[in-house]
């Protein structure tokens, strides 16, 4: 990986974890979603009639992913309702890079280095660290199946993403058109779960959740350029970084508690981060 496309993804996991830290300061989780959505379908809308069309194949890669990002969304604001943003995150994003990876050895998607493998292990390794505290601090652990959701449907937008965004060969052009069909799948859904409760009510809200979704468009079109560039495991993996920030985050922010545990777990990734590297 390439030093533009490491600093790149780095940039990306910092604004990533800036945008669910937002979601999660809203009192109606899945409303702060919501926002996000639209504005994702938005900013998609504004940039497409200045960006390639999608022709062949590519129109049943957007299809998939869009429909993935839907489990993806509801899974990630049902897990905020139940549990800090430094723990529902690294379960959430944590399993990611390990099924990717798994799929791309099997499947042959790209060709990994010695150092790129053991960067992701060691990744995984303070991911796994940072998320076992679900077990031992006494919170609501109905929110591990809605984070590991969360984290397949991750890996499963993230191969479909890298490999649909190669076969348009235009990042921006295929992030604009995925996060319209995923407005188009979530919405719909949330409001059949949930109801009218959704629908934001102040302007707090709405200040929030279009924050959110600037920055959530802005780190995912990064994420899939670096996909076209570099390794889509590599890039799952480093990008997975952003459990570091939401760490610092939430410490800073939310007051979640910052044991032993955690802070090794933090130095383990931040190692990981420099094994990508090489």
């Not at 280095?113 to 060691?122: C, E, K, M, Q, Y």
Request: charged share 10%; with cysteine.
């Amino acid at each position: 990986m390439n030093i533009l496309v490491f600093c790149a993804v780095l940039i990306s996991a910092m604004l990533h974890a800036g945008w669910n830290a937002l979601v999660k300061t809203g009192d109606n989780k899945q409303t702060g979603m919501l926002i996000l959505t639209l504005a994702h379908a938005f900013i998609g809308l504004s940039l497409i009639p200045f960006l390639p069309f999608p022709q062949g194949e590519v129109w049943l890669w957007l299809l998939a992913s869009g429909i993935i990002h839907m489990f993806y969304q509801l899974f990630l604001g049902f897990a905020y309702e139940r549990g800090d943003l430094s723990r529902v995150y690294p379960i959430a994003r944590g399993g990611a890079p390990m099924i990717v990876l798994v799929i791309s050895l099997l499947f042959g998607i790209d060709t990994l280095t010695g150092f790129d493998l053991w960067g992701i292990f060691v990744l995984g390794l303070g991911i796994v660290m940072m998320a076992q505290g679900v077990f031992l601090s006494g919170e609501d652990r109905k929110l591990i199946p809605m984070a590991i959701g969360s984290a397949c449907a991750t890996a499963g937008y993230s191969l479909v993403d890298g490999l649909g965004a190669r076969a348009m060969g235009d990042a921006l052009a295929y992030v604009s058109w995925l996060l319209i069909f995923s407005a188009l799948f979530y919405t719909p859904a949330i409001f059949a779960l949930r109801g009218h409760s959704v629908w934001p009510r102040n302007v707090r809200q709405i200040s929030v959740g279009l924050l959110a979704g600037l920055a959530s468009f802005t780190a995912y079109a990064i994420v899939v350029w670096a996909m076209t560039e570099a390794p889509i495991a590599l890039v799952a993996a480093l990008r997975e970084s952003s459990i570091l920030f939401a760490m610092i985050l939430g410490w800073v922010f939310f007051r979640d508690q910052m044991g032993p545990v955690k802070i090794l777990a933090g130095i383990v990734i931040g190692l990981g981060i420099i094994l990508t590297r090489f």
